[in-house]
């Protein structure tokens, strides 16, 4: 699969979050680095200086499942965004307060029957821009072949899940066979912008978007993304 727009959807292996230090004089910006292999964060300023350096806790009952690829850390640099994996592709969204060193929310994703295609929105997507602007909230979707869900979280009220929008509930275009699947790009106050991503096929295919008011559960095509493709090969 090679992507059109590449700076949209992006496979990183190093998460940086930019963010301005008001109370360290010798700052200009500090960054979180993220590796992959063994869930490792490590917080660097401007002079090179190492602050902060851990492993990403697995919940209870993870333990065996494995890091993913990518995170996304909010754009205040204080929380990060990840999902495990077990070999049968269960999976647990965890959304962590690198701060504090709290889990902030946990949401468990079962396994897909077999044969079935399944994933995550961070999958294909991880930047700051999944969380609102002060952090508060954050958008994720999933899927199981031509089943999926969007769902936002409300991260200072205890991690509550606080509305979904599932495939069942709304009428999209027809994609020629085509299987696709909502991925949340960025907020703008209660609205979230998603576009949908084929995941099978081949050829050129636009990504629709649409914008979800999820304070009214509304879904609204749009063309934020006016004329943007990709190839699937």
């Known amino acids: 699969m090679r992507f059109r727009f590449p700076l949209l959807f992006i496979t990183i292996v190093l998460c940086l979050s930019w963010i301005p230090i008001s109370h360290a004089q010798d700052d200009i910006w500090r960054g979180w680095l993220y590796e992959e292999t063994e869930g490792r964060m490590t917080l660097i300023?401007?002079?090179q200086a190492v602050l902060d350096n851990f492993i990403l806790p697995?919940?209870?009952?993870?333990e065996t499942y494995n890091y993913p690829y990518n995170v996304a850390v909010s754009r205040n640099g204080e929380r990060v965004a990840y999902v495990l994996t077990s070999l049968d592709e269960a999976r647990v969204l965890v959304v962590y307060h690198l701060m504090n060193k709290n889990i902030m929310t946990q949401y468990d994703l079962s396994a897909p029957s077999e044969g079935t295609y399944s994933g995550v929105s961070l999958s294909f997507i991880a930047q700051p821009e999944v969380f609102s602007a002060d952090g508060r909230f954050f958008a994720f979707s999933y899927f199981y072949g031509e089943n999926w869900a969007l769902l936002?979280?409300?991260?200072?009220?205890?991690?509550?899940?606080?509305?979904s929008l599932t495939s069942n509930a709304v009428n999209l275009p027809t994609y020629q066979g085509v299987t696709i699947a909502p991925v949340p790009v960025f907020f703008d106050l209660n609205?979230?912008?998603v576009v949908f991503a084929p995941l099978g096929g081949d050829g050129?295919?636009?990504l629709d978007s649409f914008e979800w008011d999820y304070l009214f559960n509304t879904f609204t095509q749009t063309n934020i993304f006016r004329g943007l493709t990709y190839d699937i090969e």
């Open 45 to 47: 300023n401007s002079e």
């Open 191 to 193: 609205t979230v912008h």
């Open 152 to 163: 936002v979280f409300d991260l200072d009220n205890n991690g509550a899940l606080i509305q």
């Open 58 to 62: 697995k919940p209870a009952g993870f």
């Open 204 to 206: 050129y295919y636009t």
